[in-house]
C-alpha cells in the first residue's frame, strides 16, 4: 500500500514570492492535516481537512491556505513568503485511530 | 505554559541501557497520546499510542500514562544505535462523534542518543 505521498521534496523560493505543496493520502483515508516543522521544534498544525471541510486552523496568518478535493488529496498554499517560512511542510492522514501517518514532507527554503 | 512539554535533552545512554524519555501535558482534556520517533531529515514515524491509565508494552518499547498526574512516558529498553533520533510526544482532544479529525499538538522533542 502507498503511505502518504508528498510534492515536491524540497523546494526553494525567494521571498514575496508563492508556493503550492501536494500531499495525497493513504487510499481510503478521508482526513488530511497539515503540520509546519521549525528546525529544532516540534511539528506546529495549520489545517486539518475531513471530507473536503475545514476542520480546524492552526495559528498561522492568512497567507496560509489549503483545500481538499473530492479524491481526498489536498493542497497547501503559502503566499508572500518570509524567510521564517522555511520549514518542513508536512501532510498527515488518518482514517480512525491509531494515530496519524506522516508523509516525507517537503522541504520548503526560502531565500 | 506550554501545551505539551518534553524533557530537555539531548539524552545519551550506552548501548543495551534503558532510556526514558518524558512528557507532560497541560490540557486535562487530552484523551490519547502518541510518541513519534523521527531521524535526522526524515518525517515522524508512529511507534505507540496510548489512551489509557497505566502501561503499554510493544516489543522494547513501552508507554506509561497518568492522566491524574498528567505525564507521559516512553522507555526504550535494551537501546540500540539506531534508536537514536528525535523522539516526540504528542496529545490528541477527544474526536467528535467517531470521526477521525482532531489536531495533534506535540512537543518540542527529545534527542536521543545510544553510544555503542
Known amino acids: 500500500d502507498a503511505g502518504v505521498t508528498q510534492s515536491p521534496t524540497h523546494l526553494i523560493k525567494t521571498r514575496g514570492q508563492q508556493v503550492t505543496l501536494r500531499c495525497s493520502p493513504i487510499s481510503g483515508h478521508k482526513s488530511v492535516s497539515w503540520y509546519q516543522q521549525v528546525l529544532g521544534q516540534g511539528p506546529q498544525f495549520i489545517f486539518q481537512?475531513?471530507?473536503?471541510?475545514?476542520?480546524g486552523r492552526g495559528n498561522f496568518p492568512d497567507r496560509f491556505s489549503a483545500r481538499q478535493f473530492p479524491n481526498y488529496s489536498s493542497e497547501l498554499n503559502v503566499n508572500a513568503l518570509l524567510l521564517g517560512d522555511s520549514a518542513l511542510y508536512l501532510c498527515?492522514?488518518?482514517?480512525?485511530?491509531?494515530?496519524?501517518?506522516f508523509g516525507s514532507g517537503t522541504r520548503l527554503t526560502v531565500v | 505554559q506550554k501545551e505539551v512539554e518534553q524533557n530537555s535533552g539531548p539524552l545519551s545512554v550506552p548501548e543495551g541501557a534503558i532510556a526514558s524519555l518524558n512528557c507532560t501535558y497541560s490540557d486535562r482534556g487530552s484523551q490519547s497520546f502518541f510518541w513519534y520517533r523521527q531521524y535526522s531529515g526524515k518525517s515522524p514515524e508512529l511507534i505507540m499510542f496510548?489512551?489509557?491509565?497505566g502501561d503499554k508494552e510493544d516489543g522494547r518499547f513501552t508507554a506509561q500514562l497518568n492522566k491524574a498526574s498528567q505525564y507521559v512516558s516512553l522507555l526504550i529498553r535494551d537501546s540500540q544505535p539506531s534508536d537514536s533520533a528525535t523522539y516526540l510526544c504528542?496529545?490528541?482532544?477527544?474526536?467528535?462523534?467517531?470521526?477521525?479529525?482532531?489536531?495533534?499538538?506535540f512537543g518540542q522533542g527529545t534527542i536521543l542518543t545510544v553510544h555503542p
Open positions: 504528542a496529545s490528541l482532544p477527544p474526536l467528535a462523534g467517531g470521526t477521525s479529525y482532531g489536531k495533534l499538538t
Open positions: 496510548i489512551y489509557s491509565n
Open positions: 498527515a492522514s488518518s482514517s480512525r485511530h491509531p494515530g496519524y501517518t
Open positions: 481537512y475531513y471530507e473536503k471541510e475545514e476542520r
